[in-house]
C-alpha cells in the first residue's frame, strides 16, 4: 500500500508540479504520463534480457523479494528525486520538464519491480484453493493505495484552483 500510494501521486503531485516547469509552449504537463506505459515496454524486456542476466553473472541471485524490496527502494529513490527538483523550482530556478524524466524512470523501474512480481509471488505462494482470495488481497492493496491518495489530494490544490 505505500508503493502504491508513491506510484499513484505521479498523476496528481507530479503533475503539479510540471506545472511548475519550463517546458515547450504545445507541452502538457499531463502528457509527461505518457512516459510510464512506454518506459514499462522497454523495462520489462530489458529487465529479463540484460539485467537480471547480468546480475546472475555477478553471482547475485535475483529472488521475487528482492526484486520486490528493490521496486520499493526506488519508489523512495523517485521522491527524492522529485524533492530535488521541487527545492530547484522552490527556490526560483527555471527548472527543465525533461529532469523529471528521472523519477519517472525510477519509480516506472520500481513498478516493474514490484507489481508483477508482487502478484506473481502472492498467486504463486497460495494454495490452490486461496489463490483467488489472495489475488483480491492484493488488488485490494493497490486500491487502498489509490484511497490514500484520493484522501492526501484533498489538501493539494493547483495555483488558482477553486
Do not use: C, H
Not at 502504491?4 to 502528457?31: E, G, I, N, R
Request: charged share 10%.
Amino acid at each position: 500500500t505505500p508503493f502504491w500510494s508513491l506510484f499513484d501521486q505521479k498523476a496528481s503531485t507530479w503533475v503539479l508540479q510540471a506545472d511548475q516547469m519550463s517546458k515547450p509552449a504545445w507541452f502538457q504537463s499531463s502528457m509527461m504520463q505518457a512516459l510510464n506505459p512506454a518506459l514499462v515496454m522497454i523495462l520489462i524486456p530489458f529487465n529479463n534480457l540484460v539485467l537480471y542476466p547480468l546480475l546472475g553473472r555477478l553471482g547475485v541471485k535475483v529472488t521475487a523479494l528482492r526484486r520486490m524490496g528493490m521496486g520499493i527502494a526506488l519508489a523512495g529513490v523517485a521522491w527524492i528525486f522529485a524533492g530535488m527538483l521541487q527545492l530547484w523550482i522552490d527556490a526560483g530556478d527555471a527548472v527543465s520538464i525533461v529532469w523529471q524524466m528521472l523519477p519517472y524512470v525510477a519509480l516506472t523501474l520500481g513498478e516493474v519491480l514490484v507489481s508483477a512480481t508482487g502478484l506473481e509471488f502472492a498467486y504463486s505462494q497460495a494454495p490452490t484453493a486461496m489463490k483467488g482470495t489472495i489475488t483480491s488481497f492484493w488488488n485490494l492493496s493497490v486500491t487502498i493505495g489509490n484511497l490514500w491518495v484520493l484522501l492526501s489530494n484533498v489538501s493539494i490544490k493547483s495555483p488558482g484552483a477553486q
